[in-house]
């Protein structure tokens, strides 16, 4: 017997993204699709917490979080400056503009960007 979405043995997902965005759309529309529980935070609307964003830097590091192709990362000529991880995670936490969405997490697990590999790893480790 197949466990249900709401089933104790699922696990949930949390999506950090923007509704507009289509990368999260994506993320959105593989979760839903393999009926696996997802929960969207809109960053435009709500960004992530300090404590929640350090969470991802811990697990991925600060520079897999920031978004290279984002056109706030060219406007504040981040390009052209050499930062360590804790300057960049200073202006990650500073700006949730720059990061790379979608972050995702599920469980202890944690990804930044489009990563259907990994989230189909992850479900055939869990299920």
Do not use: C, H
Request: charged fraction near 30%; avoid cysteine; glycine fraction near 6%.
């Amino acid at each position: 017997m197949n466990p249900g979405p709401s089933s104790p043995n699922m696990q949930r997902v949390q999506v950090f993204g923007r509704r507009d965005s289509r990368e999260t759309q994506r993320a959105l529309r593989f979760f839903k699709e393999r009926r696996v529980e997802v929960s969207l935070v809109d960053v435009a609307i709500r960004p992530p917490a300090p404590t929640e964003l350090r969470r991802f830097i811990e697990r991925l590091g600060a520079p897999a979080l920031i978004d290279e192709s984002s056109r706030r990362y060219r406007d504040q000529g981040l390009a052209y400056l050499r930062m360590d991880a804790a300057e960049v995670a200073d202006r990650l936490t500073g700006d949730p503009r720059l990061l790379r969405l979608p972050l995702v997490r599920m469980g202890d697990r944690a990804s930044a960007g489009p990563a259907e590999q990994t989230w189909r790893l992850w479900l055939a480790e869990s299920g």
